[in-house]
């Protein structure tokens, strides 16, 4: 397989792209067993979201970790489809942008509302210049969904974005 070296925002995500499964059977093997959670009435956000963030931690060799109940209960899709893009959008821009050498993801399931946080240690940014593409697409989500997405930035703290949607 050829893969070509990305440049500007892209950069890094050839390389997270390779890391995502060893080969097509560990892909099945993982496939198969999210439908048996999905048939058990589980939500496999939490899952999916460990796949992810071991897949980017290798990749990047930034600190990720995961602050979530080992199960949730069953999510809308809406609900489960906006918060796995919005914190696979939000850990890319953490990986191309912040120089940080932490992130942590934080999921809380209560009254009815799913509650997702990513907060990292890198240099911060001005959310309102921001130009790209990304920040954008996390907020439309979110209000699809009718939820909100806020972003929280500053040299001295790094970034936080946080997303709540209705379960």
Not at 56 to 82: F, V
Not at 89 to 98: C, D, G, I, P, Q
Not at 116 to 121: R, S
Request: net charge neutral.
């Amino acid at each position: 397989m050829v893969v070509q070296r990305q440049r500007g925002p892209w950069r890094g995500f050839d390389t997270i792209h390779r890391a995502s499964f060893a080969t097509a059977a560990d892909a099945v093997d993982h496939l198969e067993g999210l439908r048996h959670r999905i048939e058990a009435g589980e939500s496999i956000l939490v899952p999916a979201l460990q796949i992810l963030l071991t897949d980017i931690r290798k990749a990047s060799g930034i600190n990720i970790t995961l602050d979530a109940p080992p199960t949730l209960p069953e999510l809308s899709m809406i609900a489960a489809s906006t918060a796995y893009r919005v914190v696979a959008e939000a850990l890319a821009n953490v990986v191309r942008h912040s120089g940080a050498v932490t992130c942590r993801v934080r999921i809380v399931h209560t009254d009815g509302m799913l509650r997702i946080e990513v907060v990292d240690n890198g240099r911060g940014f001005e959310p309102a210049a921001a130009t790209g593409m990304g920040l954008r697409s996390m907020s439309e989500r979110a209000t699809l969904a009718n939820g909100t997405m806020l972003v929280d930035s500053s040299s001295a703290s790094g970034t936080r974005v946080a997303l709540e949607v209705p379960a």
